[in-house]
Every structure is written in C-alpha cells, then in structure tokens.
C-alpha cells in the first residue's frame, strides 16, 4: 500500500474502534494539507465500501473561537454519511466515540449544484432550506491534539451530526444568537455571524474548497457550516440542546 493508504487505514479503523492514536506528523511532519485530503478522501472512502453513503460535507474552524480552541489559523472541510446522523431528541451512546463535543451549527439543504468560485447570492439560490443544527466532532488523535494536516486527515474531526426541523432559506440567518444548553443551563453562547461574518460565506468557501479536490456540492446535499462557538465536551446523563434564534432547536442525551 502507498503511504496515503496506509494512513487512512490508520483513521479510518481509529474511528471505526474508537481508538486515540497518535498524530500521523508525529512519524511525519512533512505532511502536507494535500496528503492530508487525499488521506481523507481514501479513509471515508473505505466507510463507503463498507455500506454507508455520502449525503454531504462538513466545514469546520470557520470561527475565531473554533480556531483558538483547536490551534489552527484556516478552515477546512471533510465528508458526510448517513451512518453519521444522530436522532433529534434521540441519545448518543459515549462508548462509540474518542472524545466526543458537540458545537452549535447552521445546516444548508441544497437543490442545486454548486462548484468553484460562486457569489453569495449564487450560493444562496441553491439552498433549499435552513436548520439549526448541532455537530458531534471527535478527533481521534490522543488528547485532542494535532496540527492542521492532522486533523483533515481525520476527516475534520467528523463523528455525527443532529438536525432540526428544517425552515425556509429566507429567514436572515447572518446575525442569530445561539444558545447550546446542558440539563437546561447555557454553556455556550454566541451568534450565526461568529460563522465567517455570515453562514452563507461558509457555502461559498465550501464551493470553492470541494472543486479544488475535483468534486461539487451536489442536489440533495446538506453543508454543516460550522461551529459559531467552542464545542462543549459530552458527558454521560447530559441533555445538550441548542436554540437558534428564528431557526427553531436541536437536542440530544448522552448515555454511556
């Protein structure tokens, strides 16, 4: 096997078994963000071949808070599947995941596609509605530490996702307070404009970064825009909701 597929059998099975690793530029710290994609694009391409399908894309440190928190300073993107949606109002079993956090999100549905460079009122003529939203993100790598390369290597982090009901696109979504509650008590509060100034820049980067790995946004697809704040990190017995002004609410419990 190449070095590029060997690293993906790294993640992927450290995701499949829910297992810290090490950092891959620990062994390599010439890995370059491309090697990282492409190590990516081969892991999630194995949860493909094991039976799961591809539903969309997820960006990730598309706010200041998100970079701080993580260590890295530019945004970056990784893949969807349907074995990664989580029930609204459901639970989350623990066991299955490294260490897992939840951030606060706004979600796009697409009925258009959507490739390289597009203007924001391009982008939004392809969306088809709107939620709130919240991402399960769980780095793989031990501590919760790694380098850009990393942690785009480890498909950004991205371990599931629960969204709300969906509304119409033509709600103004730039600047809605975000309020992510544990058993009732806030935890987190920020605002949709912590996502890049304003959500839809977040589909126009995603148009643009996806092109460059030779893919588009697809009809049908949903695009995580990432989190408007720190994520919260999950603990057995909690119930973390999220409230997103004019959007509506998202909750999940966490079990063991």
Aim: glycine content about 8%.
């Amino acid at each position: 096997m190449s070095t590029i597929e060997e690293y993906a059998e790294i993640v992927d099975e450290a995701q499949r078994t829910a297992t810290a690793i090490a950092q891959l530029t620990t062994t390599n710290p010439e890995l370059s963000v491309d090697d990282a994609y492409a190590i990516q694009k081969v892991s999630v391409a194995r949860r493909i071949a094991r039976g799961e399908k591809r539903i969309g894309i997820k960006m990730g440190l598309t706010s200041r808070a998100k970079m701080q928190q993580v260590g890295v300073d530019q945004a970056a993107w990784g893949r969807l599947t349907d074995a990664m949606i989580l029930e609204e109002g459901g639970t989350l079993k623990k066991s299955n995941f490294v260490h897992p956090r939840l951030e606060p999100e706004v979600v796009f549905l697409l009925n258009k596609r959507l490739s390289g460079t597009v203007t924001e009122l391009e982008a939004m003529s392809a969306v088809e509605a709107i939620a709130p939203a919240m991402e399960l993100i769980d780095s793989r790598y031990e501590n919760f530490k790694f380098t850009l390369s990393d942690v785009i290597a480890d498909n950004t982090s991205s371990s599931g996702l629960v969204i709300g009901a969906w509304r119409s696109p033509d709600v103004d979504f730039q600047n809605l307070g975000m309020v992510m509650f544990v058993n009732g008590r806030p935890v987190q509060i920020g605002s949709s404009a912590a996502i890049l100034g304003h959500p839809v820049r977040s589909l126009v980067m995603a148009a643009k970064m996806v092109a460059q790995s030779g893919e588009s946004l697809e009809p049908g697809d949903i695009v995580m825009a990432g989190g408007a704040t720190a994520a919260h990190a999950v603990s057995v017995g909690e119930t973390i909701s999220l409230e997103v002004q004019h959007l509506g609410s998202v909750s999940i419990s966490v079990e063991e």
